[in-house]
């Protein structure tokens, strides 16, 4: 017998995609993973403006994430024109992304996420039962606004970053009125962890090649040089487009991605994102989010996409715990920038969105003008691991109604948190 499954919109993802799935003889015969929101085409606006303007500019292709794509743009053109942030800079610039970090992972697990796993529609109906549970992610989503507000001027699209680090720093004592909501969220995303570990997991692992950033002292988020993956091959940063390859497919508007390890490799589906980075650099977790993890029952690697909901509750964990820290031992620098001069050169840098890894490259010329820029989401490099999800998990499920089937499938999307509208910026 044939069979079709279609959702035209999906709910409870950023921006406008659908699915489209066969099954034709107890075989699943097709998977597409369509994301058709409108293309946007951010580098073509780039080119020819000033480079000082590209983290404002690009900060506006998501409002989920704009701290990501400001600091990413901002490294990468600094690493242009052979300048590098010190130490205080590199230090506020990581207390913002973890503002980001736990609005954006308290949004997706007690609002995005969570209904699946409970038989939910919504947030707002789960509320009826769980309403403690929704007010602690909403407080704690409210806190990370509040943090991002703080250092980058609003909660979404901030004017305070630049080339060169902030327009102002903050007082100490500004930062310190914080502490105690931090305290608060800390404590709620430990209990974050616990609730949601004890949620039942479809049993599901994927084979694809995991990759994130790394860094030799910290778990990775604002910064490092390397990425990691799971065939034991590290890239460069500089090299990321030597082996991120990107084509398109007539069912998005998004480029997609696979993995170039050696030059004579095809191409593989990769995976980027909270399972990747802790599979990768678990052993650099701070000491409470280590411990949750462990409470949690997780083992690197962890290949079982409808645990991504743990991992970023332990990395909310992270995120607390690491401002808490940045700002207990905040000093407030000399100037909140550097002298960033114009040079004619190329520059990339990666961070870790919370979505994934995150790729910005500018070329400028002498006079400060982008000729080329190139940007790679998370979600873009996402979509083909997404499909072979949708493909697997629809395998293994085919003795269910087809109604409680199409709702897996969405939840299996809905495991890597996709930001349809950064994927076709």
């Known amino acids: 017998?044939?069979?079709?499954?279609?959702?035209?919109?999906?709910?409870?993802?950023?921006?406008?995609?659908?699915?489209?799935?066969?099954?034709?003889?107890d075989q699943v015969r097709r998977v597409r993973f369509?994301?058709?929101?409108?293309?946007?085409?951010?580098?073509?606006?780039?080119?020819?403006?000033?480079?000082?303007?590209?983290?404002?500019?690009?900060?506006?292709?998501?409002?989920?994430?704009p701290v990501a794509h400001q600091i990413t743009s901002a490294r990468a053109l600094e690493q242009a024109c052979g300048v590098e942030a010190d130490p205080a800079i590199a230090d506020l610039r990581r207390l913002i992304y973890c503002g980001q970090w736990i609005e954006s992972h308290a949004l997706h697990i007690f609002m995005l996420h969570?209904?699946?796993?409970?038989?939910?529609?919504?947030?707002?109906?789960?509320?009826?039962?769980?309403?403690?549970?929704?007010?602690?992610?909403?407080?704690?989503?409210?806190?990370?606004?509040?943090?991002?507000a703080l250092l980058g001027g609003r909660e979404i699209h901030p004017?305070?970053?630049?080339?060169?680090?902030?327009?102002?720093?903050?007082?100490p004592s500004e930062l310190a009125v914080l502490l105690p909501d931090l305290e608060k969220a800390l404590?709620?995303?430990?209990?974050?962890?616990?609730?949601?570990?004890?949620?039942?997991?479809?049993?599901?692992?994927?084979?694809?090649?995991?990759?994130?950033?790394?860094?030799?002292?910290?778990?990775?988020?604002?910064?490092?040089?390397?990425l990691k993956t799971s065939a034991g091959v590290?890239?460069?940063?500089?090299?990321?487009?030597?082996?991120?390859?990107?084509?398109?497919?007539?069912?998005?508007?998004?480029?997609?991605?696979?993995?170039?390890?050696?030059?004579?490799?095809?191409?593989?589906?990769?995976?980027?994102g909270p399972l990747a980075r802790y599979s990768l650099n678990h052993a650099q977790l701070t000491p409470l989010a280590a411990k949750a993890a462990e409470r949690a029952g997780l083992r690197p690697p962890c290949r079982n996409p409808f645990k991504s909901i743990v991992v970023r509750a332990v990395e909310l964990v992270l995120a607390c715990e690491e401002a808490l820290r940045l700002i207990k031992a905040y000093q407030q620098p000399q100037a909140a920038s550097f002298a960033v001069p114009a040079s004619q050169g190329?520059?990339?840098?990666?961070?870790?969105?919370?979505?994934?890894?995150?790729?910005?490259?500018?070329?400028?010329?002498?006079?400060?003008?982008?000729?080329?820029?190139?940007?790679?989401?998370?979600?873009?490099?996402?979509q083909r691991a997404i499909e072979n999800d949708l493909g697997g998990v629809a395998a293994r499920n085919l003795d269910i109604p087809l109604d409680e089937l199409r709702r897996l499938c969405e939840q299996t999307i809905r495991n890597y948190d996709p930001c349809i509208s950064c994927s076709t910026h």
């Open 1 to 25: 017998m044939k069979h079709r499954i279609k959702v035209d919109a999906l709910s409870r993802v950023e921006g406008e995609g659908s699915l489209r799935l066969e099954i034709d003889d």
């Open 114 to 148: 969570a209904p699946d796993f409970l038989g939910y529609a919504d947030a707002l109906s789960m509320a009826g039962q769980h309403r403690a549970l929704v007010e602690a992610g909403l407080t704690t989503k409210k806190t990370g606004n509040a943090l991002v």
């Open 346 to 382: 190329r520059g990339a840098a990666c961070t870790e969105a919370p979505r994934g890894t995150l790729f910005h490259s500018y070329e400028i010329n002498g006079r400060g003008l982008i000729k080329r820029a190139n940007i790679v989401t998370p979600t873009s490099q996402n």
């Open 234 to 272: 590290e890239i460069a940063v500089d090299d990321f487009e030597s082996h991120v390859i990107e084509d398109q497919a007539a069912h998005s508007t998004a480029l997609r991605a696979v993995l170039k390890l050696k030059p004579e490799d095809s191409g593989l589906t990769y995976q980027v």
């Open 159 to 171: 004017i305070n970053q630049r080339v060169g680090g902030f327009y102002r720093a903050p007082a």
């Open 34 to 65: 369509g994301l058709y929101e409108p293309a946007r085409f951010f580098e073509g606006v780039l080119q020819g403006r000033d480079f000082r303007e590209a983290p404002d500019i690009t900060a506006r292709i998501c409002g989920i994430c």
């Open 187 to 226: 404590q709620a995303s430990l209990a974050a962890v616990d609730w949601v570990a004890g949620f039942a997991f479809p049993d599901y692992e994927g084979g694809e090649v995991q990759m994130a950033l790394a860094h030799p002292q910290m778990y990775a988020i604002d910064r490092g040089r390397v």
